[in-house]
């Protein structure tokens, strides 16, 4: 039973960023214009891929979706933080929340199971080169797709649920930028004990197992490079899975510096999130897909397209 002088809540208020009141308008210019480079960045590479044939590979096609995901997860958040800073209207609805985050939730695991199905893309590439073609056919990776956003939805929607059986205090204020799981948990007045049983069973699970793909692969990627090390395969495997490692270690450190190895919330965590949530979708267009020469070659052949219909 909950004591007298608690209630329900119908509404949150997002504190947003712990910054000083004057630097409103330098941090509102920051977060939109990283902002609008993750949208465009990403949807450049979306459009690549459509446009150019030599793209229409198992790579960029999970690529193309990762990429949609990163333009997704940051929309949850990013623009109604901006709106925030710039009317400081800090409200949002109980039911905008919830929804908030179940996307937020959607969207993030899926960047996790697609950053580990490109890793097994990487790992067939490598150690079996004649067989490729043959393993990673059009059927296997639409089926790779399709069940990571199926489990995610599962995912997303199974947090949700149990979440919205909670009770809320009178105190409703978020000490956060976006409703997130671990600050919305702490505001709870019910038991979150079956919360945090699933933070770290299920949800643990689902990071662990994607997680353990990503290091298997390169472990295997590793081990057939140095059976006969030479600089050209070493380049060639740096080249093709050095990006890539790169936001697995960004995305998978600042997530579980935040869901599972955070004991209170503060200014780090906020930093985590700003990380995973907005840096590193804005910083995927260029650590991993712009740098790549096809996608070079792509750019080229599209901007020539446009000067010959000028």
């Not at 105190?171 to 702490?186: G, M, Y």
């Not at 910083?283 to 792509?298: E, G, T, V």
């Amino acid at each position: 039973m909950r004591p007298e002088n608690q209630s329900s809540v119908s509404e949150f208020l997002l504190l947003g960023l712990p910054i000083q009141p004057g630097q409103q308008g330098v941090f509102f210019t920051l977060f939109l214009g990283m902002y609008l480079t993750t949208v465009l960045g990403n949807l450049l590479i979306i459009l690549l891929i459509r446009l150019d044939s030599r793209l229409h590979t198992p790579m960029y096609f999970f690529l193309s979706h990762l990429a949609f995901s990163d333009i997704s997860v940051s929309s949850v958040t990013v623009p109604k933080m901006l709106r925030n800073m710039q009317t400081q209207q800090q409200s949002i609805s109980y039911v905008g929340c919830i929804t908030q985050l179940y996307f937020f939730i959607l969207f993030g695991s899926l960047d996790n199971f697609l950053l580990a199905v490109m890793a097994y893309d990487r790992y067939v590439a490598i150690c079996h080169p004649l067989h490729y073609t043959t393993i990673m056919r059009k059927g296997l990776c639409t089926l790779l797709v399709a069940s990571s956003w199926t489990v995610a939805c599962f995912h997303a929607l199974f947090h949700a649920l149990v979440l919205v059986r909670l009770s809320f205090c009178a105190d409703n204020t978020i000490i956060h930028f976006f409703c997130d799981l671990t600050v919305l948990l702490k505001l709870s007045c019910s038991d979150i004990s079956l919360n945090t049983l699933v933070i770290f069973t299920e949800g643990g699970m689902l990071y662990i197992l994607p997680l353990a793909i990503v290091l298997g692969s390169y472990i295997r990627i590793g081990t057939i490079i140095l059976r006969v090390p030479s600089t050209k395969r070493l380049f060639k495997a740096f080249s093709t899975c050095g990006s890539h490692l790169f936001v697995v270690s960004l995305y998978y450190g600042t997530t579980a510096g935040v869901y599972f190895l955070s004991s209170s919330w503060d200014s780090k965590d906020i930093a985590a999130s700003v990380m995973y949530a907005v840096i590193t979708p804005m910083l995927n267009p260029f650590i991993y897909s712009l740098r790549n020469r096809d996608m070079k070659q792509a750019l080229e052949l599209c901007v020539h397209r446009v000067k010959f219909f000028k």
